[in-house]
């Protein structure tokens, strides 16, 4: 690759993308993007606009010739590209809020990428997702798709499972995590590595090193004694000192809504109650005055208000993972994989969140062996209904759709699933052509 | 084998001991004993003497010459037995009613064998029963040990892992859906055959044959037509039957606890209010009445009343099993066993309840092949739990039974897993010497 | 069922049929069989009808209304059919006696089941095989295809990857090695049991149990003192007592080829050298012998000579095991089958040779857990070997059945391996239509 | 680790210690050491003291203050070490030379690391190097111990099972595959990656990359076309062109004595009677020329023919390796490590030789899946053979050690290993005190 690279932001006109593209300025030395074509639906267009401007302003300003382009035409921007990023959200805000709501009214968790929320986002996304590879098994087979919509971990297993892309499945939850324990420990985070196992928002910090010296129980008790580890986007919750003790690793932020069930519920009702809306209707506010930002068109940088949302850290996990590719660096990352043995009491053939070599061939995983029994059984439940969602949001059978919900752990029973579904299937009818 | 057999009865003293005596009389051709051994402690003192009283008035109507032994002296009777069976049940009725109230009090299903019940029940028993298996060894090393003591998946897991004890877990569920079967179809239950597959109180009916004919869909229309498949003990609720047809298999009656979670939990709570008391206040009265009817010393066979307990079948199953392996039958039972790769997404080492070959040498699984997705969440999720149970129970590590009342599907959350687990570490502190 | 059964016998002509007529005859009352269909091809419409004629007198002799038909169109003797026995010999034996010959001029064990021989058997025999499975797949869906046609272990790994047809391997190796150490303790074969384990004609007796108690290392004694077990078609040697000692379990008369190859080798060479030929050309005159019996018309039962053949038993164990089907009677034979985990460090996908259950549904195996490691290498090597030869079968490439030959213990280099796979490509350019 | 660093050489007196000492000269600026002890036994110490001294003059000569010990001590030297790095040869050279030639007096391959000579050779080391463990498990358990010594697959394989030793086995054969490809290639080494899979001497590589582009096949044709891929210690035969092309991936040196078993064994043979001995009486040779060179007290460099021994590469890869686990690199190198479901087709618990990650916290191997079939059968043949080699070295139990020669696939049959074992006993007896 001595000619720079093109690179194809699918769903470019979100507001995560000024993120990308400072991620990409300040790579810029060691990866030559030439051109970067910013790709979205009509319903986006004003958006991709307004971002598209300012990404140009961004290079600008940094002294760059990275050529930004403006399409709705997908498979353009997919020709000959060297990566494709994946930031799709089908049916919008508006369709996390149904996400978030239909469960609610069950006094079920309503979560955009865990629970049903995020079982019905995953239907909505894998057809448009499979639509996408398609095109890149015509348009640039050689491609790496880099996936960062959620539910990101049944998203690639779609992939993995039904196309011959070379995809990577990316969250910025573990890099979250890495950068909250270097907080709590007040060093720099690259000083920190953790030992990640799991699946994606289901990822535990097996063990946590310091200049590679292991540290995990000085974290733990730290945690214990209240120093948080959590996202934006989840309520501020402590984890309960015996838990913690007990669990022996580091839960993820997002292990609140499978080990705080009650409490979290609580919150989000009281939120919902409160007039404060579900979390899209905050961040619809917040997009909002994001985009009235963006069009400033004095604004040549990332606003600081971004970081703001769940989804900071974004723009360095996937910039830092093209670059590891491109440069063949031989680089860890923690990604979302096939198995391959790595975990071995789970099948070879599923996608697991886990630290991986990154390389010119992509990603493998390093071999953790078995799961401790700790978390073997919340893990092997939660895969089992990720490979339903996988195939209910493939075939659009009813009855898979159904066992799907039933096995997932946050659902309390058979009667609720069927609610659920039924409301989902309905409130979402325009994005599921492939339920009948 | 020239000489009869001597056979220990562990919880001798229990109401259903008149099914055991009358399983051991029905088969007195095939399976000649010349000893059975009543054993119990010094508070089942009396309901063992009526008990006693009883079986020896039923053999000597029977015509047979089989000797009955009452004795407090568990060593006594285990010495040189040919078959040990268990079935105690530590801390009487007045602990189960303990281990059904407590859940309840926190909006969690109170039942004496799954849920936090089991586990309550489970951590009692495994310091008693590896007692027991020490007497075995040291006594009878030769001995098969048949235990229906509940949970029984655990407590042979206890066994097949802490001791040399060679044991086979017993359980009326499976032989009880092979007869309900039968009379949905008004058959023969002898014409009926079952390829059941799980653990214990978690199997499940993958395939169902009628003379050698695969009828498995024609009865799950039946049952999602309201035929129900129940024991005497569970509530009696009709599956969902889009619930049936996506499963596609037959689910055990106590798989309500885990799919109909709610409504079962519901039906307990009325009940408990309504005054009718938790199922142990149900059985301590059908008990009593039990032994009212015992102490009658005209009375020389078992009473049609006891059949109304959930426990039904269970002298059946433990004879006829009993039986199979003197007469080194290679007969098929469906018992609780080392899995030995027949399941072969679980670990070799964990025990099953699944179709075994029976023989002079024991229980051997037939081969299964891996757990459909459908189910192996679920029984992935419930063996982790069942594992860290069996720890707990042997070490009285706090932190261990945390997380295994967490592990467990039908506890919400770690907030209430704790009081849960807190209320039953004080309620049962004398039956639990393991836990400082 | 209620009709007799119709069963095709594809090789009708076989010298063996005999048995097998013998075997439905003894079984007639608990296997009621309408029609039995002999076929064969052009050039064995002597044979078949001489076998057929013999057939038709013995049953007359029997007193039963079975009907035999003699034909050389498959379809029609498949058609519908309730049984389909495969015995035949593609090349005949003629070709037999190439596969021994071909190994034999590079000092190679020249074995018609093991070794290039029994590569050179499989590969004529895969295509065939799969044609009279596309039959039966047509003809009779339901029908249950009894495989004899050695190699059985491979020929029926490729049927089950291969076809839909519903299918068991079928080996007089694990009934004779039952017989054999009936004879050595002078005691009656239905009291003694083995427990299997491995692969066709790499069949260990992992247990030997004599009215259920555990006699294996009385056996061993017996069998390192001398006692042989062996069959018709393989020389008499006596295994090393050391080894016996050291492997702890029961090995298969054909195990000789593998843990005495030097001495084997030289006992084919010195009876090759010395006139007597081959296996093949021994069987050929005794095969002669037997047809100028069989034409005799007043000659209405199973000579005696048949039995001096190596397939001794076949006829038992094949109707017995037809019988457990058609009876549904749940009991134990040793047959290949799909692993499904039985054996649990092989693949649940592969073919082993294993105690089963059998039953209307088939054969299942009965879960062993792993391999010893004393067995484990051997039994891998030769999976892979089979496997590879299957493919080599179906695909007809040239790489692949070079590779399959490598992997096989008895070839012991490259060099040797290519000139060999020439050979038998040059020699049985007829029957390999898949390699162009 | 702010001081520098203490490294004991067991088998110090080696004439492979000046590659190690210039090992530590070259990468001096990123890892400090301050002592070196070099460590042998009584009759190595003349070796020890002329070895030494060359070290002492070669850091000097670099301008290095790193002290060079000499002791006869083991304890001294393994006392609060960091690194203790083995490459101890239990007998000496003489012994090598009764290993080569016992086996050939059988006609069998006489070799020091595979087939026979490995096993005794193996068998000898065992006890050896496990008291090397207890030394290191009391004087300094948190030392890494650096195995170089041979068979290192079943050296390391021992350390892992039976003691706490932090340990990871090195071989210089994938490191020599780099070099020779980039020879072959005319590029340089360090931009051909090969992903390693296998054992120690029987690892395959599976896909070559030139600068991250996979050029496997290129590779493969041009090996085939004859470019020699070899080591100086292994007779220069050419592969096959069909079995490279078979293969599809490049086998390493020495599995031509798997493959070519015949051609080796022929000139191994040719070699023995010509009057060049086995390969052990020519070493002796090149160390006695090597240490007359040694003496000369000008000389104060790694004197050029040091390089043609089988050894080449040890100290870069061995110095390479440390300095990767001192500074916490993270860098991929090809070592012995415990499986871990890496290769998923094999157990978790036995070692493999792959391409793993080296950090502070050791060597983590990366995930490969599925052994291909092609290599699956010899790679498990030959762990059970290294398996039953530990257990037999461990115990020194006779039937084990004839079990694990049986399972070496160079050994063509029990008679033969049987002589072959004898004469080890004998002929090794004052170095085997476990075989009583």
Redesign the interface.
Known sequence: MNKGLKVAVIGGGSSYTPELIEGFIIRAKELPVDDIYLVDIEEGKEKLSIVGELAKRMFFKAGLKTRVHMTLDRKEAIEDADFVITQIRVGGLEARARDERIPLRYNVIGQETTGPGGFAKAIRTIPVILDICRDIEELSPDAWLINFTNPAGIITEAVLRYTNVKTIGLCNVPIGMVNNVAKILNVDSKRV?IEFVGLNHMVYGK?I?L????ITSTVLKKLSDSALINMNNIPDLNW?K??I???GMLPCPYHRYF?????ILEEEIKAFQSGEGTRAQQVMKIEKDLFEKYKNPSLDEKPKELEKRGGAYYSDAAVSLISAIYN?K???HTVNVR???????L??DVVVEINS?I???GA???????LP??I???I??????E??TVKAGVTGD???A??AL??N?LV?????A?KILNDILVQNRDYLPQFK
Chains 1, 2, 3, 4 share one sequence.
Request: no cysteine.
């Open positions: 590595r063990e090193y200049d590679g010296k292991n309960d015996d838990f003790y007990s669990l080990y705080m069930t009650d409490e063949d031989e680089e860890i198995n391959n043995g790595a975990i071995s009491n099948p070879d070599v390389s010119k061939t493998k995983p390093i071999a953790f062996g078995k029994i700790k073997n059984g919340l092997q439940q939660v895969k089992s209904y490979l339903l009813y009855y898979t159904l066992m039933i096995a752990p309390p029973s058979v009667k609720i069927k």
